[in-house]
């Protein structure tokens, strides 16, 4: 509870920042993207992770506060970059299962789009297959709306929790998020790789990008190739940056 207001007074004052790490197309080694990560420095407590401050966000009703700080946050820094001379096609932002529930969810998303005049596909929003636990109506619908404006939509984590083949065709999906246990792995385990190996085909049969999260090694990226795999994440390429590194990382050759 303590956390909570700490979280509503940290939100009021603006101290809550989006880091962002890039997403390479291993293919032809160019940016793809980046995904928004949050963050919460508080002046006292020092460093939250997301992992911790989501969870008290979600039990003390502030996860839509913060989903609609990150969107407009994200959708603010791609005009930013432009300015600077950095092209990052696509944006990419974790929303929580919660917030999918929320009708004006897709009216908010256009919304923050057309003031800042930025192109639909600019934007991918990441959902986490427990999302789809409580998949019902209203929440596909809700995707439909979003997935309609243009925007990207990203199942987070893909291979673990809920995770089911059947709804990754019900759902509009235009991209994969491979979890990174998966890539960890990749080297040693045949299993991992196997998974690994399947869902890529799959991701490319049904016209969706494959993303792998967690690259750490040469090694690993090489075997991703092989496999035709789209896009990588990790920190082989780059930890998630504040917005002004990224721009330095961008001017880095590499
Ligand atoms: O680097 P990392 O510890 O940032 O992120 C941990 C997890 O927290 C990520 O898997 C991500 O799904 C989640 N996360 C990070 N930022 C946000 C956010 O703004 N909203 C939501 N819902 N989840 C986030
Ligand atoms: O949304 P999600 O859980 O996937 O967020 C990605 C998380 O993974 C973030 O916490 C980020 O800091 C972390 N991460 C990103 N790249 C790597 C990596 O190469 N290795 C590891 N161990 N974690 C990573
Ligand atoms: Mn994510
Ligand atoms: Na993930």
Redesign the pocket.
Known sequence: LLLGSALRDSLARGLLN??YQPQIDIRTGKLYGAE????WNHPTLGNI???RF?AVAEDTGQ?ET??AW?LEEAVSQVVRWDKEGLHVPAVS????AVHFCNRDLPLLIERILKEHGVAPRRLTV?I?ESVMMGENEETMRGLSAIRALGVGLSM??FGTGYSSLSRLTRLPLTEIKIDRTFIMNLEQDANAQAVTTAVIGIGNRLNMTVVTEGVETEAQLKLLQGLNCDVAQGYLFAR?MTPDDVLAWSREPH
């Open positions: 989006l880091h928004a990560l949050s963050r992770y997301p992992s989501i996860i913060i989903g990150s932002v974790n929303l929580s990441e986490t987070d984590d998630p």
